[in-house]
Nanobody, 114 residues
Framework: DVQLVESGGGSVEVGGSLTLACKFSGDTFSGGCMGWFRQAPGKERERVSTTDMFGRTHYGVAAKGRFTRSLDKAKNTVYLQMNSLKSEDTALYYC?????????WGQGTQVTVS
């Protein structure tokens, strides 16, 4: 089983920065299965970043160049550093792990940019 707990959300001004954290436990391939997604009100959930089987991180169009995903294996935590935030980045941000054919989601952390 896998458990995911996000933190770090909050309110920030346009142009500001925020770092989200997702603490994980269970069979997560040492965090290799972790991805970030977000969902804005009235919109579908979209990919922010995912990592492939070779350890390469891929970013969604909206995140590319502004967001950076990092992993601290010692702390069992994956981070999402978000810079140059825009109002359209306002959403509920989730971390996700796909492990042995099962998809796990955290509870989400709200980011509001205004």
């Amino acid at each position: 089983d896998v458990q995911l707990v996000e933190s770090g959300g909050g309110s920030v001004e346009v142009g500001g920065s925020l770092t989200l954290a997702c603490k994980f436990s269970g069979d997560t391939f040492s965090g290799g299965c972790m991805g970030w997604f977000r969902q804005a009100p009235g919109k579908e959930r979209e990919r922010v970043s995912t990592t492939d089987m070779f350890g390469r991180t891929h970013y969604g169009v909206a995140a590319k160049g502004r967001f950076t995903r990092s992993l601290d294996k010692a702390k069992n935590t994956v981070y999402l550093q978000m810079n140059s935030l825009k109002s359209e980045d306002t959403a509920l941000y989730y971390c996700r792990c796909r492990s042995w054919g099962t998809t796990y989601w955290g509870q989400g952390t709200q980011v509001t940019v205004s």
